[in-house]
């Protein structure tokens, strides 16, 4: 199967999936997908093929926009204000080995990639088998729609004459702050993963469970490598803003939270042998876990738990 006709088929079955959603009016906000064996509506490829092949029929360049316009339709406007697809029974999952967990009450798809069919898997039981066997790439919604306005994008750009739409959606016209975010140059293109300092600051982490930064004569811990290497950098160049960004307004924001949550923590909590090794310790992980995947955000419809924060 060829670039184009992967791509084809990789949007008729998301088309299939967002339609089944707009019938029910739920929405399935998040698909897990194991690429092993192919990647998700890979643009790269496409611009290859592109490079390497003359296309003189537009029919399925034409049926590509069509689709990519119409995925990012549905995000943008018929999708606001629809409720989430629950699962009947939650999923959660603890890998000790591993040190990771896992937990939903949200529905979402779980897809093991192939060039030629989806390896779909439906109930809980086989999902849960998926998240264990399977290393895998979690696409939100307008995720995918921001992958379909950029393959919308380079067709347009490279035959002009295959955009007949009455409205076209570009890269810059998701409605999703999550897209619009401001994007770390280093970590886009790839630059940051491979410094001294990011090494460093992940073997700390796998070392220590996390790093350690001293800010006012305090010692700060950090959990994400991600955070701690933005923290170890004085100016950051981010991909929307033609200034670098002073992150000393970031580790002040840190260092206030910290310590508000550190001194709140010693005041409610108390953790004594009998929290961790007592009869509700089972009790008091599934609540942690919870918190951290799952807890409503006040004004935040589509997100939801800690990790988001």
Not at 141 to 150: E, F, G, K, M, Y
Not at 151 to 165: D, G, H, K, Q, R
Not at 228 to 235: A, K, N
Request: with cysteine; net charge negative; proline share 2%.
């Amino acid at each position: 199967m060829n670039a184009l006709s992967l791509v084809h088929f990789q949007l008729s079955q998301i088309e299939k999936y967002l339609q089944r959603d707009l019938k029910d009016g739920l929405v399935t906000y998040n698909y897990f997908f194991c690429e092993d064996e192919c990647k998700l509506l890979d643009r790269c490829i496409l611009q290859e093929y592109f490079t390497e092949n003359e296309i003189k029929n537009f029919l399925i360049l034409k049926d590509i926009n069509r689709k990519c316009n119409d995925v990012v339709r549905i995000w943008n406007e018929d999708f606001k204000g629809m409720p989430d697809r629950e699962l009947k029974q939650e999923i959660w999952l603890v890998n000790e080995d591993e040190g990771s967990s896992f937990w939903s009450s949200t529905d979402f798809h779980a897809i093991y990639l192939t060039q030629d069919k989806w390896m779909v898997y439906n109930t809980n039981k086989h999902k849960e088998n998926f998240i264990k066997k399977y290393k895998y790439t979690l696409y939100s919604v307008p995720l995918i729609a921001q992958r379909c306005a950029s393959i919308l994008n380079l067709i347009t750009a490279c035959y002009p004459e295959t955009a007949n739409f009455d409205k076209l959606y570009y890269s810059d016209k998701i409605d999703d702050e999550t897209v619009k975010r401001y994007l770390v140059k280093s970590f886009s293109d790839g630059t940051a993963f491979n410094s001294k300092t990011y090494i460093d600051i992940a073997h700390s982490i796998e070392l220590n469970k996390h790093d350690s930064l001293i800010f006012n004569n305090q010692r700060l811990k950090i959990y994400t490598t991600e955070l701690s290497y933005i923290f170890h950098t004085s100016q950051l160049k981010v991909q929307n803003l033609k200034e670098d960004i002073d992150t000393n307004i970031f580790i002040n924001c840190y260092f206030d939270g910290y310590l508000q949550g550190q001194n709140y923590f010693e005041e409610h909590f108390t953790v004594t042998p009998q929290i961790i090794y007592g009869e509700n310790a089972n009790r008091y992980a599934q609540d942690l876990a919870y918190n951290y995947m799952m807890a409503e955000i006040p004004n935040v419809s589509i997100y939801r738990g800690w990790i988001y924060l």
